[in-house]
């Protein structure tokens, strides 16, 4: 698998999420302003691939600081853990980077260390979050494959891949734990407009992999499932109020109606760092609205007519009653939701699948 971010020498290096598939290219960012503009553009995306970026670019930011003292070396890190957030609102994995770095610098003013052992102490932090989100998207593909029967024909909307993370996936993760376990995983991948995650990012996944995929346009997904072609669901999220209300890539909350509509199982696969206790539901995330050349676009050509209005929310949030589970590095979540994730946060014990498995700090 491909590395989706990491460091090289002095930067920060990350496969082109804008070219794929047609193009492998890799883009270096020598500095944080770099990695912030690489975020925007959607070089790198994915709720936990943004945070795992953000952190790496605040420690790349810092390393390159020529602050001689602490007090301006603290100025700098806050103006760069600012440019960082600044970047996307939606996905809550940002600000939780960004918010565990800003600890890692307190704890090591507090233990009075040198500007070179806070540089230190921040690209060991980063790593530190990079490293556990791979861990987490294997662990949440352990649990979550125990919901996928032996023959599954599952549905897909957006990238939640190796591409979206540090590494394996969140709802990519399950699909790819369960055909490891030597399941008949057949793949159904909404094409995703207006940026076509699913048709470029996770039908290149799979099918690098070697599972079954299937591209089907978002308006097929109504008729797939009444005809009788899916199984279950399975995606990802961007925020997870506390009430369980999911805010993910726009059409899921559609994807979510039809599965109920249809009696089909509607999972979500997430690290903790994307649930957020703080928000009590779906109504207080806020929603990006990207630039609305995506929607007018393809490439280079126009698809609608100068005049028109556009909008581009880039997500949606679907309310909780339409979530069968939701399935994260420590366990799996049921409703009410309220209660089960409130457990999860606080670290309760899990079913025996989560006994081996590393947990990374309560939020
Ligand atoms: O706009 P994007 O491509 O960053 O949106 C990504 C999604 O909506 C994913 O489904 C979500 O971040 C989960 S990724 C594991």
């Given at each position: 698998?491909?590395?989706?971010?990491?460091?090289?020498?002095?930067?920060?290096?990350?496969?082109?999420?804008?070219k794929l598939p047609g193009r492998e290219i890799y883009v270096s960012?020598?500095?944080?302003?770099?990695v912030a503009r690489a975020i925007k553009t959607m070089v790198i995306r994915g709720a936990p691939a943004i945070g795992v970026?953000?952190?790496?670019?605040?420690?790349?930011?810092?390393?390159?600081?020529k602050a001689t003292g602490t007090k301006q070396f603290a100025t700098e890190f806050q103006r760069t853990c600012d440019l960082l957030a600044a970047t996307r609102p939606t996905a809550v994995n940002?600000?939780?980077?960004?918010?565990?770095?800003?600890?890692?610098?307190?704890?090591?003013?507090?233990?009075?260390?040198?500007?070179?052992?806070?540089?230190?102490?921040l690209e060991t932090e980063a790593r530190g979050i990079h490293d556990a989100d791979v861990e987490s998207c294997r662990a949440i593909g352990a649990f979550g494959a125990s919901l996928v029967p032996r023959d599954s024909r599952i549905l897909t909307?957006?990238?939640?891949?190796?591409?979206?993370?540090?590494?394996?996936?969140?709802?990519?993760?399950?699909?790819?734990?369960?055909?490891?376990?030597?399941?008949?995983?057949?793949?159904?991948?909404?094409?995703?407009?207006?940026f076509l995650q699913g048709a470029r990012l996770t039908a290149w996944e799979l099918v690098k992999d070697g599972i079954d995929t299937t591209v089907i346009t978002d308006n097929m997904t109504a008729s797939m499932m009444r005809l009788g072609h899916v199984d279950l669901v399975v995606v990802g999220a961007d925020r997870i109020a506390a009430n369980g209300d999911v805010a993910n890539k726009i059409g899921t909350y559609g994807?979510?109606?039809?599965?109920?509509?249809?009696?089909?199982?509607?999972?979500?696969?997430?690290?903790?760092?994307?649930?957020?206790?703080?928000?009590?539901?779906?109504?207080?995330?806020?929603?990006?609205?990207?630039?609305?050349?995506?929607?007018?676009?393809?490439?280079?050509?126009?698809?609608?007519?100068?005049?028109?209005?556009?909008?581009?929310?880039?997500?949606?949030?679907?309310?909780?009653?339409?979530?069968?589970?939701?399935?994260?590095?420590?366990?799996?979540?049921?409703?009410?939701?309220?209660?089960?994730?409130?457990?999860?946060?606080?670290?309760?014990?899990?079913?025996?699948?989560?006994a081996s498995l590393p947990l990374p700090a309560a939020r």
């Open positions: 698998m491909l590395p989706t971010i990491e460091w090289k020498d002095d930067a920060v290096v990350m496969i082109d999420q804008r960012c020598a500095t944080a302003g770099e970026a953000a952190a790496m670019g605040i420690a790349l930011g810092m390393r390159r600081s940002l600000f939780w980077a960004v918010e565990r770095m800003k600890h890692a610098f307190a704890a090591a003013a507090h233990d009075g260390c040198s500007v070179d052992e806070i540089k230190q102490r909307h957006c990238n939640a891949g190796a591409l979206a993370t540090a590494g394996y996936g969140t709802a990519l993760g399950v699909i790819r734990a369960a055909a490891e376990q030597g399941k008949q995983i057949t793949v159904l991948a909404d094409e995703t407009r207006p994807v979510a109606v039809l599965a109920r509509e249809h009696g089909i199982p509607f999972y979500v696969a997430a690290p903790m760092s994307t649930i957020d206790l703080s928000t009590p539901d779906g109504s207080h995330i806020p929603i990006e609205e990207r630039p609305i050349r995506e929607v007018t676009h393809v490439g280079t050509s126009r698809l609608t007519p100068e005049g028109a209005r556009i909008r581009n929310p880039a997500f949606d949030v679907t309310p909780a009653k339409f979530v069968t589970a939701i399935v994260t590095e420590r366990g799996i979540a049921r409703p009410p939701f309220q209660e089960s994730l409130e457990r999860l946060a606080a670290g309760s014990p899990q079913p025996a699948a989560s």
